[in-house]
């Protein structure tokens, strides 16, 4: 995204290393809003807090994952930077850790403002407040990301995008 793009609503998911959540959750978001037939109001995109997979495809797993669902992971992971703070309207981080990094990197109120836990729009899970990282895990922490993510795009889009 080259400048901040006038009329249209901007949206940056955020996880550690942008090849399993945040890729996942952008393509999930992107799918809603084709559905809805919207596609022209947004602009979605993810990035990463580190750098270790910048240029990569998402994980192996979430995409054989996605795939079965009926996705197609093919974000090329990216690092964070200072710019993204203004030029997207919401930055939706996956967890806890995730979150007061991006608090620590914003630079002023009205980014720190753009900043949500994408977890907060959880409605499936009882009592959970986060995306956590599958990276380590194995394949049911893959499946258990894919279900959350689902369902809280879903919701972020009916609560606040609709
Ligand atoms: P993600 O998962 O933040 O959901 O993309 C991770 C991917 C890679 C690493 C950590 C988390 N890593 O340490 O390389």
Not at 26 to 50: A, L, T
Not at 71 to 100: P, W
Not at 121 to 134: A, G, L, M, R
Request: glycine letters at 6%.
């Amino acid at each position: 995204m080259a400048d901040k793009e006038i009329n249209k609503t901007s949206i940056l998911f955020v996880c550690l290393g942008n090849i399993c959540r945040s890729p996942a959750a952008q393509e999930v978001m992107q799918q809603i809003i084709i559905f809805h037939k919207r596609v022209d109001d947004f602009i979605i995109d993810s990035c990463g807090i580190g750098a270790w997979h910048i240029g990569n495809l998402p994980d192996k797993r979430m995409r054989m994952l996605g795939k079965k669902r009926g996705y197609n992971f093919t974000h090329l992971a990216r690092q964070l930077t200072k710019e993204d703070f203004s030029k997207f309207d919401f930055i939706l981080g996956m967890d806890d850790e995730i979150i007061t990094i991006l608090y620590n990197k914003a630079k002023t109120k009205e980014e720190k403002d753009k900043i949500i836990p994408l977890g907060q729009y959880i409605t499936k899970f009882d009592k959970q407040s986060e995306i956590p990282d599958p990276y380590y895990g194995n394949e049911e922490d893959f499946v258990f990301a894919l279900d959350l993510l689902e369902d809280a795009c879903e919701e972020f889009y009916d609560k606040v995008l609709k």
